[in-house]
């Protein structure tokens, strides 16, 4: 048996180690005892204290304390929530780091149920807190992703039953979280397919379905269906399921586009097909030709005896034009713009056929070639045919022009002998005759240009002349012929090198244009602008215009404006045509800005000498 003196040290020591700080008070507030904890605490030693009464000196004591301790003064049971301690703030004892602390007060008494003592007993609960802090952080941030996601999520039991589902999985099934929570998962397919759907799903529970990925047709409670790809994991707890996570994409655009892409691509195939357009391409990287059937058909090669190399394609091409081709794809491959040509291939019988290509590069992120693609069809009958229309144009042109030779002498000498007789009218109509006839011989000409033009026989006699003496003569002549008014300013030193009757012609033909589409009351007026080594020249009129559509045509072979107006003034839609032909000849360049109604302007270069 231990003694009473035994008793009293046992429970010292047990007082003074146990690591709850205590402090123990007589009634009127003053401390009679403290443990090791209590001065680890508050970093000061008892003997230091001296006399000291909480109630009186309150000088470790936090404010928000001092009434439950008061309370605790009349004997009641107190128990101090947690309070944070800042010794900066509160508690101003060096070494005293903040922390939290919660703390209870209780009273001793007598047998006589007086209060002999109080006790005050803190402890220090800062871990805790923290880590209550933490968890509920991270319990924030878990949700904040939950809810912020942008897929759709849900999470459900053993017997799909949904426990939960984000923001995104609300709004893609229009219910609300009152609506889906406690409901079956299956709620969100079709009335017809929510037996098997939820069959499919204790399936999947348990492991009997291990498909990662499930696509389906859902429908939200507006009644708005969706395709949805579904991901699955699942929540374990000892290795025992015990909810599944679904995250639910909505695919209903993709497959919308897939759909659209295999008929666009169906589509694009039946025309391809139908207009004997053949495709091919061209991986640069690995120097790999694919040709479809109908590029092979063109060719004339049979697709299993035929090794597609780009050697072996270069065979097939007219000797003549293989380096049009070839400076073609080249050009594409280092400029990056796509090319449209039309070159001679020979087929298996050594006949000569015509074939049009275009062709576009296509580069990679770090614009680099990749491929080339390209669209190739035949026109070896196009080719015929223009090739006809061409050879009876030109021996129309030929025919025509030794008979309109003579009329035009005859009826010069017909004019000369009716001028000196009295046959006013028959003089008359001899003039008219005489103009009728400038206008064949002009006529014929033009076919004739156009004619030389496409068999690569027009040729360009060179020679030095002043460009601006040439514009001043041609511009008296026309004006002798018209009443619009002619403006032109000449300019020194304006030498070019060049055939003078061809400029002479297009400088003609421009002028004529001008008069012929602008009112007779107004003014054409040309002006010459110089650089270092080019020449300017424009004709401006101030007559009907040309639409913007039509502006990019009216160089075309016989391309005519079709306005119900345009179609009163004379022409064959030659003129620009050989116009055009001619300064690119000289390695010049023409083009025309004009606006509807206000008029147009013709401008050509030419290099100087
Ligand atoms: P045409 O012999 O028919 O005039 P062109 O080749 O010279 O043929 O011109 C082609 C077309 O361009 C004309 O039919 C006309 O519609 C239009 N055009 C040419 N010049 C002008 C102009 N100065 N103003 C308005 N339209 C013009």
Known sequence: MNSPDKNIQLFKTIFEQTPISTQIFIPNGTTVLVNKAWEDLWNVKFEQLGNYNILKDQQLVHSGTMPYIKKGFKGEHISIPPIYYDPAKTVPIDGVTPRWLSARMYPIKDEKSKITHLVLQHEDITERKKSEENLKQSQERLRATWESASDAMALSDDQGIVLDANSAYLKLYGYNKNEIIGQPFSIIFPQEHRKSADK???????????????????????????????????????????????????????????????????????????????????????????????????????????????????????????????????????????????????????????????????????????????????????????????????????????????????????????????????????????????????????????????????????EAFDISKLIKDTVESVQGTTKHLLKFKEMPNTSVLADKYRIYQVIVNLLTNAIKYSPVDKTVEISLKKNKRNIEVCIKDQGIGISKQDLSKIFEKLYQVSDSKEKTYPGLGLGLYITKDIIQRHKGKIWVESKKGVGSSFYFTLPLT
């Open 200 to 462: 499919q799903y204790q399936q999947t529970f348990h492991g009997k379905l291990n498909e990662a990925v499930v696509e389906a047709k859902v429908v939200s409670k507006q009644g708005e269906e969706h395709m949805v790809e579904s991901r699955y994991s699942f929540l374990t707890n000892k290795d025992i399921r015990i909810a599944m996570l679904s995250v639910i994409r909505d695919i209903s655009e993709q497959k919308k586009s897939e759909v659209a892409l295999r008929e666009s691509e169906e589509r694009l195939r039946l025309a391809l097909e139908a207009g004997n357009i053949g495709v091919w391409d061209w991986d640069i990287k690995q120097n790999l030709l694919t040709w479809t059937d109908n590029v092979y058909k063109i060719h004339d090669v049979d697709k299993n005896n035929f090794k597609l190399t780009f050697n072996n394609f270069k065979r097939l091409i007219h000797p003549e034009d293989q380096k049009l081709v070839l400076s073609s794809i080249d050009r594409t491959l280092k400029k990056g713009k796509p090319f449209n040509i039309e070159f001679r291939i020979i087929d298996r019988n050594q006949n000569i056929r015509w074939v049009s290509t275009s062709a576009v590069l296509i580069k990679d992120k770090t614009n680099t070639p990749v491929r080339m693609l390209g669209a190739t069809s035949e026109i070896t009958q196009q080719k015929q045919i223009e090739q006809d229309k061409s050879d009876f144009l030109s021996m129309a042109a030929h025919e025509l022009k030794t008979p309109i030779t003579s009329m035009k002498m005859f009826v010069e000498i017909l004019q000369k002998e009716l001028q000196s007789t009295s046959h006013k009218k028959a003089s008359y109509y001899a003039s008219r005759i005489k103009d009728q006839t400038n206008r064949l011989t002009e006529l014929t000409s033009e076919l004739l240009d156009v004619s030389r033009i496409e068999t690569g026989k027009l040729q360009l006699n060179l």
